[in-house]
């Protein structure tokens, strides 16, 4: 297939690229800059001028594909609602750009169900409308199945972890270092789920090849980790103590993420396994980060 990605160039495209290429699959991808166009082309796809904020560029590129994975998203927390808007108006453009050609829309989302109950593949996400999280993208997207697109929610674990990664797990490095302290948020207790990079990866294209239409992906490796047991492996890798804050502490010691990482979020990615026959097979969070993968220098590869 001949397949346009936006955030090729990002952490997670990164790796889907070369996935999809050694699978036989032809990449157009959106480069917002010379330095992502750059990435893109030594990936050994094709560059793809434009940016989320152009609508034309989104359109052209969808046009020219047999099938869309949007990846790219705004990450400024500090705009989040602004983010949500764009993310709604470029699923806007793809859907109807595919619409009555029964090509697919793969677009990542997240994992969102209730604190501590486990959220699976047979939940629907809890946000809709404009002003949602996300601009309620998900299930917007939905809506294109009755216009004749295959839409595909990849809902990724809130850490896609490995090393180079510059996510949440990395902002928590980060906050730990400068604080001195690699906390977490009362009994340490609330939990994330996560994935390896090259194992998300690999489900991204399963999905693209197999996936049917509403059809929702758990890009999950492990159910929940403690929030305890994450800091205390930060600490150990960074060298640095470990120890609880107080909840009402968590927002001015870790600022936007203190609310996230306090989150009780447990995903199953059992029936995603099923279905796709999907393994994963990389490290578990706590392997990379003992292993350097949020350490300054990483120390291994
Ligand atoms: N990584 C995770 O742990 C994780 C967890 C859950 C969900 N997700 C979701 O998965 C998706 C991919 O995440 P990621 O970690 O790969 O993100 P990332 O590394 O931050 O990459 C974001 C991508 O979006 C592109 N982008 C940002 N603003 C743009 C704009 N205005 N115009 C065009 N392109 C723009 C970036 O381009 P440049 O290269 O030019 O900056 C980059 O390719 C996102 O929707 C994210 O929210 C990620």
């Given at each position: 297939m001949r397949v346009f990605v936006t955030g090729a160039s990002g952490w997670i495209g990164s790796a889907v690229v070369p996935e999809l290429i050694e699978a036989g699959h032809e990449v157009i991808g959106l480069a917002r800059s010379g330095a992502s166009a750059e990435r893109i082309r030594a990936a050994g796809a094709q560059p793809h001028p434009g940016s989320l904020d152009d609508l034309e560029s989104i359109r052209s590129g969808a046009a020219a594909a047999d099938a869309v994975i949007h990846l790219g998203f705004k990450h400024d927390f500090d705009r989040f609602a602004e983010s949500g808007r764009t993310e709604r108006a470029v699923v806007q453009a793809i859907g109807d750009e595919l619409a009555g050609s029964g090509r697919a829309l793969l677009f990542a989302s997240g994992l969102a169900g209730s604190p501590g109950v486990l959220f699976t593949e047979n939940d629907p996400s809890p946000f809709s409308g404009p002003?949602?999280?996300?601009?309620?993208g998900e299930n917007f997207a939905f809506e294109y199945a009755d216009r004749g697109v295959r839409p595909v929610a990849?809902?990724?674990?809130p850490t896609v972890h490995g090393m180079g990664d510059h996510g949440f797990t990395a902002q928590l490095a980060r906050i730990a270092r400068e604080r001195g302290v690699a906390a977490w948020i009362g009994d340490g207790s609330s939990r994330w789920p996560a994935v390896h990079r090259s194992d998300a990866a690999r489900l991204v294209r399963l999905a693209l090849e197999q996936a049917p239409a509403r059809g929702i992906v758990h890009a999950v490796g492990e159910e929940g980790i403690p929030s305890r047991a994450i800091a205390e492996a930060l600490g150990a890798a960074l060298e640095l103590p470990s120890a609880s804050i107080a909840p009402e502490d968590a927002e001015s010691h870790f600022g936007w993420i203190g609310a996230f990482f306090g989150m009780d979020i447990v995903a199953s990615g059992a029936l995603t396994r099923e279905r796709f026959g999907w393994t994963p097979t990389g490290p578990t969070l706590l392997e990379d980060i003992a292993a350097g993968a949020y350490s300054p220098v990483p120390v291994a590869g």
């Amino acid at each position: 297939m001949r397949v346009f990605v936006t955030g090729a160039s990002g952490w997670i495209g990164s790796a889907v690229v070369p996935e999809l290429i050694e699978a036989g699959h032809e990449v157009i991808g959106l480069a917002r800059s010379g330095a992502s166009a750059e990435r893109i082309r030594a990936a050994g796809a094709q560059p793809h001028p434009g940016s989320l904020d152009d609508l034309e560029s989104i359109r052209s590129g969808a046009a020219a594909a047999d099938a869309v994975i949007h990846l790219g998203f705004k990450h400024d927390f500090d705009r989040f609602a602004e983010s949500g808007r764009t993310e709604r108006a470029v699923v806007q453009a793809i859907g109807d750009e595919l619409a009555g050609s029964g090509r697919a829309l793969l677009f990542a989302s997240g994992l969102a169900g209730s604190p501590g109950v486990l959220f699976t593949e047979n939940d629907p996400s809890p946000f809709s409308g404009p002003d949602a999280p996300r601009g309620g993208g998900e299930n917007f997207a939905f809506e294109y199945a009755d216009r004749g697109v295959r839409p595909v929610a990849l809902r990724f674990s809130p850490t896609v972890h490995g090393m180079g990664d510059h996510g949440f797990t990395a902002q928590l490095a980060r906050i730990a270092r400068e604080r001195g302290v690699a906390a977490w948020i009362g009994d340490g207790s609330s939990r994330w789920p996560a994935v390896h990079r090259s194992d998300a990866a690999r489900l991204v294209r399963l999905a693209l090849e197999q996936a049917p239409a509403r059809g929702i992906v758990h890009a999950v490796g492990e159910e929940g980790i403690p929030s305890r047991a994450i800091a205390e492996a930060l600490g150990a890798a960074l060298e640095l103590p470990s120890a609880s804050i107080a909840p009402e502490d968590a927002e001015s010691h870790f600022g936007w993420i203190g609310a996230f990482f306090g989150m009780d979020i447990v995903a199953s990615g059992a029936l995603t396994r099923e279905r796709f026959g999907w393994t994963p097979t990389g490290p578990t969070l706590l392997e990379d980060i003992a292993a350097g993968a949020y350490s300054p220098v990483p120390v291994a590869g």
